[in-house]
């Protein structure tokens, strides 16, 4: 591994509401937030919504009473004037918000007393015994305590360590894996549910679920009541692969946070939004290409803010970081935070992934790769063989071929012909396709994807293969290899042969 050393960033007074503490009382940005009690145990969600006479009682209170408001989190007794400094920041998006990667060891540790988090999802609420909407201290998974590590969780982190010791940091999250932009849309997150159908409707909507299904109401209800101890300081995004390459997106990203500055009450100069790239294409990224829109995201909104994603490792799901990446995001997050708010600071030495694979080629030999005794009918779903005719079936939505456990290298030859028999009933149909992919990874792979449509019979050129989103397919290491149907009609291999 490579290693290199950013030297510190110094930047103009942008906003010094948030990192001057001159002000040890700044002012709630909301005159009529909702009462909350931050320590109250129990899962009842009405414990958070005042009765009448509770707001009445809450508009009276003087700023005397409120320096008196106590935390107690996790037996960590936070000192009465830190709630009214609080640093607040929004955090939402998807699954690289809500975290992929497991919380390893290194993760759990060091966590400071002085980093909270709101509790707002609702299986949250009775897995830490506390009301929705109250804080607990910052340990990791912050999104739900299903998920993993998030840029939030190293970017807190790294703000605690150059912020006054009697400051707090709350991160309120709303992230939702799998969700496209219109799920935060104060407009459309409704619409958005609803049409959520299958085979996402159970999983997708579940995680909905845990916001009321309308993610965009609950991060206003939280973020009202996390203006009682302090101000919103800034939004985090980390969504684009649900929308990806989409010439819009920056734009829907506008309507959002103008929504979000509205009914909040927030100074858009006070409040900027930082968003992050998705995973890059030499990392393994299937959705690099909407990097490129997100880069102009500051040309409709001026206070928003690109954070590089360069180097950080992904899975081999091309989707999601590693934890490391998410750690080296997530203290970028936090470099441009400082930066904005005028806190001289040093960038920590970060790993750069430099991928050492001295032997890219798979182990199988190409004149070993379609043994059809070892052909497989349910690698997605459940599908029928009969290996004296070479006759298959998927199940709906299928895929039946090969997979290749240390890969299969195809790179001697330069074309891979696939025969059918042409009574089989799947030709013509939605979709049906040859598939190769260069990862050893199903679902979320890269795919150079080959249609039958009419055809009997596709060719496929090794040497120029590309997936989808447009990166290249290598055929020294192929993992995968065999067909995708709608299911139910029957499929018969005549000849699968290498030619050059």
Request: glycine fraction near 8%.
């Amino acid at each position: 591994m490579k290693k290199i050393l950013i030297a510190a960033l110094f930047a103009a007074l942008l906003f010094p509401s948030c990192g001057d503490d001159d002000n040890d009382e700044p002012t709630p940005q909301n005159n009529n937030p909702e009462n909350v009690t931050p320590d109250t145990p129990g899962n009842d969600e009405n414990n958070s919504k005042p009765d009448e006479e509770n707001k009445n009682n809450e508009n009276n209170k003087t700023d005397e009473d409120n320096k008196n408001i106590e935390i107690t989190i996790d037996d960590v007794e936070i000192p009465a004037d830190r709630p009214r400094n609080m640093k607040i920041f929004l955090c939402f998006g998807q699954s690289n918000m809500e975290g992929n990667a497991a919380v390893e060891d290194q993760d759990r540790q060091n966590v400071p007393n002085n980093m909270l988090n709101m509790i707002v999802a609702k299986d949250d609420a009775k897995h830490y015994g506390q009301s929705r909407y109250t804080w607990r201290k910052a340990d990791p998974p912050l999104a739900r305590y299903t998920t993993g590590l998030t840029p939030a969780d190293y970017f807190g982190r790294k703000l605690c360590e150059y912020l006054p010791q009697n400051d707090t940091i709350g991160i309120v999250m709303v992230a939702i894996g799998g969700s496209a932009i219109e799920g935060f849309d104060k407009d459309k997150c409704e619409s958005y549910y609803k049409s959520i159908k299958f085979p996402n409707d159970g999983w997708l909507k579940g995680y909905f679920d845990q916001y009321d299904a309308n993610p965009y109401k609950v991060l206003v209800k939280a973020a009202k009541v996390a203006q009682q101890y302090g101000k919103i300081c800034g939004i985090l995004l980390h969504q684009g692969e649900s929308n990806n390459g989409q010439s819009d997106w920056p734009n829907k990203v506008k309507k959002i946070y103008n929504d979000l500055v509205s009914d909040l009450g927030l100074d858009p100069s006070e409040c900027p939004l930082l968003a992050g790239e998705t995973l890059r294409e030499d990392m393994g990224g299937c959705c690099s290409w909407h990097n490129t829109v997100i880069a102009k995201l500051p040309n409709v909104l001026p206070n928003s803010y690109v954070i590089s994603s360069e180097s950080c490792p992904g899975k081999d799901d091309a989707l999601h970081f590693l934890a490391s990446g998410y750690r080296t995001i997530g203290r970028r997050y936090a470099y441009k935070m400082l930066e904005l708010m005028n806190i001289p600071y040093e960038e920590e030495v970060e790993e750069i992934f430099v991928d050492e694979d001295t032997d890219p080629a798979g182990k199988v030999a190409k004149e070993d790769a379609f043994d059809f005794s070892k052909f497989d009918p349910s690698i997605w779903d459940q599908g029928t063989y009969d290996a004296d005719t070479k006759t298959f079936q998927t199940g709906q939505y299928g895929f039946a071929g090969w997979h290749f456990d240390e890969g299969a290298d195809f790179s001697s030859a330069k074309y891979l012909v696939v025969e059918l028999d042409p009574s089989s009933a799947a030709i013509g149909t939605y979709e049906f396709s040859f598939r190769l992919y260069d990862k050893d990874v199903y679902i979320g792979g890269n795919a150079a994807i080959f249609r039958f449509g009419s055809n009997s019979t596709v060719k496929i050129d090794l040497e120029n293969m590309r997936g989808e989103n447009g990166k290249r397919v290598y055929p020294t290491h192929i993992f995968y290899a065999g067909f995708w149907t709608m299911g139910g009609s029957d499929v018969i291999i005549k000849d699968i042969r290498f030619e050059n």
